[in-house]
């Protein structure tokens, strides 16, 4: 996807905004749109999540994120009364924030853990060629968690964000999709319409020492549709029930292992 088409479609997120229904839906109605995080049109691994976090616009009181450390653009550093007001320069002030998100102010606390993670692809977040992004199932945050959001809420926003993410893969180099915890798979499922392989996986057991055990389990499958959509090649989708950042008792030895597993199952396409 082009930096042209980029800009194309975070214009139609904003109108989105402008037009009440994520906000109706729980989204931050001042937050801008999160198409990507990190340069998409580089990228041939991908990590997806859920929504973006709202702790990239607030800071730990719940006060809004200001120039200079801010991550995202926001109505008020835009200096926007309404999103409808949005021209131009804002669009490209929307897609510059997401595209530079990792030479900028990322939130390690969350990227880093993921990042060693894909490093066994050979690709980072991080690095001069950009080899690796961030994507949302839905590019809008919310003041609620996911968790605590009602069952047709979140239904709702999949169905907003759908289209930006089938387009965003499929016109992008992506190979590799790496899906980042339990409720990150179910919910792709949901989209998928159908389930993913899934194999246990005795050293990603959680909790051995004196606690209940969490099992662990990958995922994998070879995806050529999304929500009904063609996604124009077939793109390999990784997984693990871990969320890797927050999970009770995640080990070094559990996340070496995921490491390792999803680069024996990646490089083969990535060769």
């Known amino acids: 996807m082009s930096a042209v088409a980029h800009r194309r479609e975070i214009k139609r997120l904003v109108r989105m905004l402008a037009s009440g ?47 200079p450390l801010h991550r995202f653009e926001t109505l008020s550093t835009l200096q926007l009364n309404s999103w409808a007001d949005a021209a131009k320069e804002h669009i490209d002030r929307v897609w510059s924030a997401c595209n530079m998100y990792f030479s900028r102010r990322p939130y390690d606390g969350w990227f880093k853990p993921l990042d060693r993670v894909v490093n066994g692809l050979d690709v980072s977040y991080y690095d001069a ?13 919310t003041g609620q968690k996911w968790s605590s959001l009602a069952p047709d809420v979140k239904q709702g926003l999949l169905e907003l964000g759908a289209e930006t993410l089938v387009r965003s893969i499929a016109t992008s180099p992506i190979r590799v999709l790496v899906l980042n915890g339990a409720t990150v798979v179910r919910t792709f499922e949901r989209l998928l319409r159908e389930p993913l392989e899934v194999s246990s996986m005795p050293a990603w057991t959680l909790g051995r020492d004196g606690t209940s055990p969490v099992q662990g389990f990958a995922y994998r499958g070879m995806v050529t549709e999304l929500a009904g959509m063609d996604l124009g090649r077939e793109l390999l989708v990784l997984g693990f029930n871990h969320n890797i950042q927050s999970s009770f008792g995640v080990t070094r030895e559990a996340v070496t292992s995921i490491r390792e597993w999803i680069a024996k199952q990646g490089k083969g396409v990535l060769a």
């Open 21 to 67: 229904s994520p906000e109706d839906l729980g989204a931050i109605p001042w937050a801008s749109p999160v198409m990507m995080f990190g340069r998409l049109e580089t990228s041939i691994v991908a990590t997806l999540g859920l929504n973006p976090s709202n702790l990239e616009f607030v800071d730990a009181r719940g006060a809004q994120l200001q120039d």
């Open 129 to 141: 060629w950009s080899s690796a992004c961030h994507l949302d199932l839905v590019p809008f945050a």
